[in-house]
């Protein structure tokens, strides 16, 4: 997967706790996404970042959920409070400007909330 | 609202044989058609690729045909393998300005030995 790496791989998480997923993309790529893929189902679009910059944020929920790519380290997806629902893989995805379309996806953090 | 339409949900197909995934869109703006596949546990990855400047994209085994005109693209898989047991996305987005994948629901294809 081109080297976009996101951990944790797994994260287990208590109903109202916080859940931090964490994604470094392919070395020398500015643009990150963040999708959501339910069980059984495609994935989801939620957030488009550039560095320190959030360009679309049309699928992101309204409460609980916020991202950031800072200008030095990994971009972060933050859920806050989770509930049952949250459970999903979360995947990371970067590009560069000079990729064109490319997008190239990590392996995925999966967030179990019991 | 499903951006981008797949079928089927799942296919199983002979080793040997020939697998046929279709997708169909609405959004005439976009201009980009990937196919993505995806093992158990993993990420997706980038299969093939095609923008509808063309009819057709063939790489190895995996050929994606493109009709503009009906909104329409398939993936077909030549010569299926067991090893081709996997997921298939496809997927559009629009070449300018936000590069988000819309993405069908996914084909678990099986192929039999």
């Known amino acids: 997967n081109a080297g976009v790496m996101q951990n944790p791989r797994h994260l287990v998480r208590r109903r109202g706790q916080e859940a931090r997923l964490r994604c470094s993309p392919v070395?020398?790529?500015?643009?990150v996404y963040w999708y959501r893929q339910l069980p059984e189902e495609g994935l989801k679009f939620m957030v488009y970042?550039?560095?320190?910059?959030?360009?679309?944020e049309s699928g992101m929920p309204k409460e609980r959920f916020s991202a950031e790519f800072p200008k030095e380290g990994p971009s972060i997806l933050r859920i806050q409070q989770v509930v049952r629902g949250d459970s999903a893989a979360y995947f990371c995805?970067?590009?560069?400007?000079?990729?064109?379309?490319?997008?190239?996806f990590g392996e995925g953090s999966w967030l179990t909330v019991v | 609202q499903q951006q981008v339409k797949q079928s089927p949900q799942s296919l199983i197909v002979q080793k040997g044989g020939i697998s046929i995934i279709n997708c169909a869109y609405e959004n005439t703006a976009f201009d980009y058609f990937p196919w993505y596949q995806q093992f158990p546990g993993k990420g997706p990855a980038l299969l093939i690729a095609?923008?509808?400047?063309?009819s057709e994209k063939k790489e190895g085994r995996f050929t994606i045909s493109f009709n503009k005109s009906a909104k329409q693209f398939s993936l077909h898989i030549m010569d299926s393998q067991p090893g081709d047991s996997a997921t298939y996305f496809c997927?559009?987005?629009?070449?300018?300005?936000?590069?988000?994948?819309?993405f069908g629901t996914g084909t678990r294809l099986t192929v039999i030995p």
């Open positions: 997927a559009a987005s629009v070449q300018t300005g936000a590069n988000n994948l819309f």
């Open positions: 995805a970067s590009s560069s400007a000079n990729s064109g379309n490319t997008i190239y």
């Open positions: 095609i923008r509808p400047d063309v």
């Open positions: 070395k020398g790529h500015s643009h």
């Open positions: 970042l550039q560095k320190e910059n959030i360009i679309d």
